[in-house]
């Protein structure tokens, strides 16, 4: 399939993927049918396309404006951390395995950093920040340099150059590499749908490539088939390095893992890059006037078992009256459980990476988080911080085994899935008796293997429990509407009015008019905040107002001056700006 949707593409492709020389494109030739890979089958069809049509033109243009102007890079972002650079012939050599900045009178390096720029990267390649095994930097040579170099081949497409950072695991996959390169893209408007991938991490395309494949039109290019392209790439343009701004979890690398500390992405965003992915799989959100309620239990076939599923899937049902069915990813297609899981009205499962799909829950969902015996879930919280995102929408339950006997542990295991029996007879001893992982930085820590790898027989009395102590209310998707964010502007015209009666008493009349967008919208619930700060003092006197005037008479004391801010506030939760402060004299 893919093969005939690609010869389909040929005119786009004609267009142009990689433009070179006549002779390199014959020297190719041979090599590329050996590796018939989809992306050489793309790049055999334009050098053929080339050689048909003699846009060689394009080539000495292309190596003229190399060779004159050099490479232009201009960035945004005042930190490493922050950083996305957008490149105009950017080169990399695929025999040294570094990226080439090529200096001329015209090239631009914005920031330049000088040395700097090693201390310690120039940016961050993937979503993670700061993580010493994903820095990008790329060495300097003179335009001249290039007389002596083999002939660049031109990359023509747009590309976006990145690393993912752990393409086996899918909560890795979707916080990671998905959401950034999905929100990288939206922020450029030439990362667009013919926009070209390249992920430099090294790894192979790994078991969920197919997700990459959904954000362009175009085949990512891993690092590994570079060289299949020649010695000397050079990216006509291109953006180096991912956007961070919609990741929400730390993994732990220089303190205990947990929610990040400035959370930027909400429901709003997660939704429309589900939607997107969504429709990308085909996957339809039709409405059936009745649709019918049920609980999806994600199970692990591999480690981390529920033990009695088939208990717990009866039990789920006659708690809460709906059909209970499961999952898992060896026996349903991602597509299917992602079908399974936009409508489903509760999500069940252990700890683990299957629980990223809960992105993809409607809106009023619960999730329901299983932890193994000993490890506590306020310690490990990617998926309940997916739950509590603004606007997700979704109730999050965590359940923990607190019985050991209910709990089959793999000691003999090899390390990484759990296996203590490398370590000295004492630590094994220790971590044996240990009622609890102590808190632990990522990513080896043996105790935490040792626990989070164990499997679970389900003390169902004590999750119903939790059910129904947690849950506010039984699920209701029909019911469930998003609620508005749409937060009030300024309250205008503030004015403040002061009398002083005798010696002792004060009034200040505070007033002013709605803000500007209120009379536009709907609003449930309107209410105004107003402090009131004697001048010099620390402290203000808050109070909370349904209408646009009030009259303060207690503690207001003659000939002094009060600074009055106040604010509109719609349906308690969203507040508004406060207006420029007025200074009031009694
Ligand atoms: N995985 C799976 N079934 C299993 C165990 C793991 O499908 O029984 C998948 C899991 O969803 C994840 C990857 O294999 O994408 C790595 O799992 P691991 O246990 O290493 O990570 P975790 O789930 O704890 O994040």
């Not at 433009?19 to 890979?37: F, G, I």
Request: charged share 20%; glycine share 4%.
């Amino acid at each position: 399939m893919r093969g005939s949707s690609c010869r389909m593409n040929v005119a786009a492709v004609l267009n142009g993927l990689l433009v070179s020389v006549l002779a390199a494109v014959l020297w190719k030739y041979a090599k590329l049918r050996e590796h018939a890979s989809l992306v050489e089958e793309e790049l055999l069809l334009t050098r053929q396309s080339q050689e048909l049509s003699q846009v060689r033109i394009d080539y000495h243009a292309a190596l003229q404006a190399l060779q004159e102007k050099g490479t232009r890079m201009v960035c945004t972002g005042k930190m490493h951390t922050d950083r996305i650079c957008r490149f105009d012939y950017l080169c990399y050599s695929t025999e040294a395995e570094e990226f080439v900045f090529f200096h001329s009178n015209s090239s631009v390096m914005l920031p330049n950093l000088g040395s700097r720029r090693f201390q310690p990267a120039l940016l961050d390649l993937s979503s993670v920040e700061d993580h010493n095994t994903q820095y990008f930097n790329f060495l300097e040579l003179p335009t001249p340099a290039l007389k002596y170099m083999p002939k660049p081949v031109f990359v023509p497409d747009v590309t976006l150059i990145m690393n993912r950072f752990n393409p086996d695991n899918l909560m890795h996959i979707f916080h990671d590499d998905l959401l950034p390169i999905f929100y990288t893209m939206s922020q450029y408007s030439d990362l667009d749908e013919e926009a070209r991938l390249v992920f430099m991490e090294g790894w192979s395309e790994g078991a969920h490539f197919d997700l990459y494949r959904l954000l362009s039109g175009k085949q990512p290019l891993l690092k590994e088939q570079l060289r299949n392209f020649g010695k000397l790439l050079c990216f006509t343009k291109s953006y180096v390095g991912l956007s961070k701004m919609t990741t929400w979890y730390q993994y732990g690398f220089v303190q205990p893992q947990g929610p990040k500390a400035n959370i930027l992405v909400s429901g709003t965003e997660v939704r429309k890059f589900t939607r997107f992915l969504m429709a990308k799989l085909n996957i339809t959100k039709e409405e059936s006037p009745e649709p019918e309620e049920y609980i999806v239990v994600f199970s692990r076939s591999i480690n981390r078992l529920i033990l009695n599923e088939a208990e717990l899937i009866l039990a789920l049902a006659q708690e809460f009256q709906m059909k209970t069915i499961t999952v898992s990813l060896d026996e349903h297609s991602f597509a299917d459980i992602v079908q399974i899981i936009s409508k489903a009205s509760m999500l069940v499962s252990m700890h683990g990476a299957q629980l990223v799909t809960s992105l993809f829950l409607p809106r009023g969902a619960i999730v329901v988080e299983l932890f193994p015996y000993a490890v506590n879930p306020e310690h490990y919280t990617p998926y309940k911080t997916i739950a509590s995102l603004p606007g997700m929408d979704l109730q999050y339950v965590a359940w923990q085994n607190t019985k050991e006997e209910n709990s089959i542990a793999f000691p003999d295991r090899p390390w990484d899935q759990g296996g203590i029996a490398h370590l000295e007879k004492e630590e094994q001893d220790r971590i044996l008796k240990s009622k609890e992982v102590p808190r632990h930085l990522c990513c080896r820590n043996p105790e935490w293997l040792f626990r989070i790898y164990q499997d679970t027989s389900v003390d169902i009395p004590s999750l119903l429990e939790v059910l129904r102590q947690t849950v506010k209310s039984k699920p209701n998707l029909k019911k469930f509407k998003p609620a508005s964010t749409i937060h009030p502007g300024k309250v205008r015209e503030p004015k403040c009015q002061a009398s002083v009666q005798g010696t002792n008493e004060a009034k200040l009349t505070v007033s002013w008019q709605i803000p500007w967008n209120l009379k536009y919208l709907k609003v449930r619930e309107v209410k105004y905040e107003v402090w009131i700060q004697e001048q010099g003092e620390n402290t203000y006197m808050p109070y909370i107002l349904p209408h646009q005037n009030y009259t303060f008479s207690e503690n207001i004391k003659p000939f002094t001056t009060y600074l009055v801010w106040i604010r509109c506030i719609f349906n308690k939760t969203l507040l508004g700006p406060f207006a420029d402060v007025l200074m009031c004299r009694t």
